[in-house]
């Protein structure tokens, strides 16, 4: 993970809703609390814009991110962000705290490869659905992945992919599959359009009525 993400964070002593929305409204920053790694909760603020920006980027869902408070610097990764819920306005977030030694669980965006170029779709007419557009790994920290990669090039008409057909890079897990293999679920398929499929049986019906 060469990508870098740094966060300013200042301490937030007064709380509760007046103080967060005199915070929103007079600082133009958000309310955040930072927990985890066998310390107390801290409750920060940090700026709406700054923040707001660094989500444009995918790979900050997925990535260790850096919460610099007054010079003092924690490893972490985000866990939970709240929405106003018509306004484009961030209203609070939640950052868990990490230790190299210690695995994290993290979901992670599956980036789908050759879609347009596998032989189901160009050569037959197949079309791509996905499931799953990303996954829950559990790793240790310095093993995060940005992203896993789907390739589609080898998928067959009417194939399925599961969880257990990703390649995982070393380290990683994937959450779901430790619970059993009942919880191999489906990630992605090519299969034809349901205006095809009905072709294909009229054909198939016309070819039958010509034999008699």
Known sequence: MSQEFLIEAFPRDDQGKGASRRLRR????IPAIIYGGGKDATPVSIW?????KALENEAFFSHILTIDIQGKKESVILKDLQRHPYKLLLTHADF???DKDHEIHVNVPLHFLNEDTAPAVKLQGGIVSHTMTEVEVICLPQNLPEFIEV?????A???????SDLKLPKGVRVA??????????PVASIHKPKGAKADDAAD???EEGGEE
């Open 26 to 29: 007079e600082e133009r920053k």
């Open 96 to 98: 868990l705290r990490v």
């Open 157 to 163: 008409m009417d194939q399925v992919v599961h969880l």
């Open 204 to 206: 198939a019906e016309g």
């Open 151 to 155: 390739d589609l090039t080898d998928v």
């Open 176 to 185: 779901a599959l430790l619970q059993g293999e009942d919880h191999d679920q």
């Open 48 to 52: 709406h814009n700054e923040l707001k």
